[in-house]
């Protein structure tokens, strides 16, 4: 089994210099892209990351992911209590969801305190994943002001 390595990503970025929330932990680097969607999440949102900090962990397996998340292997990762649990990365990659998986559990962290039967439905319609049933019933409570709706139904 994979040692749990923490790290505090203070990686500087070249070019394209954005902040690094030290409030996201993790054994692996998050790419800049990630960074990118989930500032302007926030930012079209008007709100803030939370200050309880996330740990990212990458299983080394999909066996390990299926055994710590009870999860079958169609689910890329899994947001609880400020801890997400990914496939390994590589498999991710090879997949082309690496990108969308990780941001989408970001996104679980950032709206740990939106109603629970809105936020799929939230994260997928902001991600465009249209198709999804849990956008329809999202986009009948939505009103199209997207820090209202949040701040109208955080429960924490």
Same mark, same amino acid.
């Given at each position: ?36 969607? *989930?500032?302007?999440?926030? @930012? =079209?949102?008007?709100?803030? !990351? ?6 990212? $962990? %990458? ?51 950032? *709206?740990?305190?939106?109603? @629970? =039967?809105?936020?799929?439905? !939230? ?6 994943? $249209? %198709? ?25």
């Amino acid at each position: 089994m994979k040692t749990l390595t923490l790290l505090v990503l203070v990686v500087p970025l070249i070019s394209n210099s954005i902040e690094i929330p030290t409030q996201v932990i993790a054994n692996f680097e998050v790419p800049y892209e990630v960074w990118d969607n *989930l500032y302007q999440f926030l @930012e =079209e949102a008007s709100i803030t !990351l939370p200050p309880t900090p996330v740990f990212i $962990y %990458e299983t080394n397996s999909l066996y390990e992911f299926g055994l710590i998340t009870g999860k079958p292997y169609t689910i890329g990762g899994v947001y609880k209590d400020f801890m997400i649990i990914l496939q390994p990365v590589d498999i991710l990659i090879r997949k082309g969801v690496f990108i969308k998986v990780l941001t989408h559990e970001l996104l679980h962290w950032v *709206l740990f305190g939106l109603k @629970e =039967e809105y936020q799929e439905g !939230l994260i997928y319609w902001w991600l465009k994943d $249209y %198709e999804k049933d849990e956008v329809d019933k999202f986009l009948d409570v939505f009103d199209g002001d997207l820090h209202k709706f949040i701040v109208s139904n955080w429960e924490q």
